[in-house]
């Protein structure tokens, strides 16, 4: 039995090097803090201006891919590489 070195498979990703996006869940977007997905201004009710009214913005966490770089990967690959 060789010790198996416990930074050869990433336990985040399983060396996949992205997981799925914490904040949207792989959705890509997420509701908007503005309005709280209502679409529209709680103080005008005017259409919100920063989702353009359909409640939903791009997840900004992951850029809209709805995938980040795994967090716990940077030290696996150095000792892996
Ligand atoms: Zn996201
Ligand atoms: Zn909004
Ligand atoms: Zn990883």
Redesign the pocket.
């Known amino acids: 039995m060789t010790a198996e070195d416990p930074f050869t498979t990433c336990p985040t990703c399983h060396n996949n090097e992205y997981i799925e996006c914490p904040e949207c869940q792989g959705e890509r977007i997420v509701h908007?803090l503005?309005?709280n997905g209502t679409?529209k201004n709680r103080e005008t009710g005017a259409r919100?201006l920063?989702?353009g009214g359909d409640?939903k913005?791009r997840c900004l966490r992951c850029n809209g891919v709805g995938e980040i770089r795994c967090p716990d990967c940077r030290s696996a690959r150095v000792l892996g590489a």
């Open positions: 908007c503005l309005c679409g919100c920063q989702c409640g913005t």
